[in-house]
């Protein structure tokens, strides 16, 4: 018998639906100079902000619009990939070169990434449950368990 409290997996447009959602959103970003395509998390919804890694390979950097959440002075976004198995270069870029930079509305600041873990982990995966009432779900697509990840401010000069 199956089990009742397995979350069900929910449905998820194409991949090419995805990925084309993704190249309009940095294409009126960039064709708005910023004006357009960024905005503050509400008490129940997330924000949308534009992180800038340095590629591990390349060095060259590499922008991704986020959805993301404040807990306090951090910001907390998720490492997944339109829900797809392959963790987002985003995360591996991060994971290399942990000192990145944050657009968010009313400017850009240096922050320093990391997986959050443990009890913390627990709690900003709940957070998002409340805003996201199906995560567990869309998390049930994926093969690993999806980083949470913690942006920390950092000194400008670091």
């Known amino acids: 018998m199956p089990d009742d409290r397995t979350p069900k997996s929910p449905w998820l ?3 090419w639906f995805i990925r084309l959602a993704w190249v309009v959103h940095r294409a009126i970003y960039r064709g708005t100079g910023g004006r357009v395509g ?22 060259q950097e590499r922008s991704v619009m986020l959805g993301y959440f404040e807990d306090g002075p951090n910001l907390v976004t998720l490492a997944m990939n339109g829900w797809g198995a392959p963790e987002p270069a985003w995360w591996l870029n991060l994971q290399a070169h942990p000192d990145v930079t944050v657009a968010l509305p009313g400017g850009s600041r240096p922050v320093r990434g990391r997986a959050a873990a443990g009890d913390e982990r627990t709690r900003l995966w709940s957070r998002w449950r409340e805003i996201n009432k199906g995560l567990d779900g869309f998390a049930t697509r994926r093969p690993t368990e999806t980083a949470v990840v913690v942006l920390e401010p950092r000194p ?3």
């Open 13 to 15: 447009p194409p991949r």
């Open 38 to 59: 960024l905005s503050r998390p509400k008490p129940d919804s997330w924000g949308t902000m534009r992180l800038t890694t340095v590629g591990r390979r390349s060095g």
């Open 156 to 158: 400008a000069r670091d």
